[in-house]
């Protein structure tokens, strides 16, 4: 078992930035994939970015490129998520999600409880 929290969320305006970080306890965290999800009213959870145990990423959604990096740090248990350039349609709940077997959009053994980040025009 491991339980993620998540933190940095918030209201932003457009062209602003935010960092996401999640903080996981219990099993060892760094035999885990890590990844960010987000999930808009109305809309499905959508897969945003994931990084490997020992730091591979995949972050290739359009809408992710050039913008947001996910990047982990083994020694805190934690994982980021540094959202640059926000826009009005970047407003959603962002999950963190760990997964001992799976990597990417498929992953989810384990979620944390979510983190607003609001984008304003």
């Known amino acids: 078992q491991v339980q993620l929290v998540e933190s940095g969320g918030g209201l932003v305006q457009a062209g602003g930035s935010l960092r996401l970080s999640c903080a996981a306890s219990g099993r060892t965290f760094s035999v885990y994939a890590m990844g960010w999800f987000r999930q808009a009213p109305g809309k499905e959870r959508e897969f945003v970015a994931a990084?490997?145990?020992?730091?591979?990423?995949?972050n290739d959604a359009d809408f992710v490129k050039g913008r947001f990096t996910i990047s982990r740090d083994n020694a805190k248990n934690t994982v980021y998520l540094q959202m640059n350039s926000l826009k009005p349609e970047d407003t959603a709940v962002y999950y963190c999600?760990?997964?001992?077997?799976?990597?990417?959009?498929?992953?989810?053994?384990?979620w944390g409880q979510g983190t607003q980040v609001t984008v304003s025009s």
């Open positions: 999600a760990a997964d001992g077997q799976r990597f990417g959009p498929q992953m989810g053994a384990y």
């Open positions: 990084v490997t145990r020992i730091g591979v990423m995949k």
